[in-house]
């Protein structure tokens, strides 16, 4: 007797293993990294130095010949600026990439995994990267607060949302 409230009779079991989100990091790498150390080149700043640390992060993915593979590369551009003169004393960018076999995640929810789980899983090796290169730079370690991924995809959605809307407005309506 086959159980009824299991669609086509599968067991409990069987419907929890095709739901089981399997997820391996195949490869990570540093796809282009630099370091602008201005203050080694246009000579110490006058006066008080107060750092002001800025961090920019951006994100993309794609799929891979390979199936349920995707690459996923995260962008990081870290600036410090002296409060007091507005001058650049570093920056730093580094592009990460990470190679992901991805299976059992529904097609609908794809985008936002790659986009928010995966950097979620690179982010460490990014901090020390990053932490590494300022010290090495000449300047104090800069260990980056963690990113909110999920956060920081909510709002490119709401951009992309926003210029949607932009482009859908006649253009004689629109504000000048």
Known sequence: MADESQPNGAAPEAQTQQQQVKMQILAQYIRDLSFENAVAQKGAPSGDVQPEISVQVSLDARKRQADHQYEVISKFRVTSKNKADDQTLFLAELDYGGVFHVEGVPEDQLHPFLMIECPRMMFPFVRRIISDLTRDGGFPPFNMDPVDFVALYRQELA??????????VPADQKLS
């Open 159 to 168: 951009r992309r949302a926003q210029q949607q809307q932009g482009q859908q």
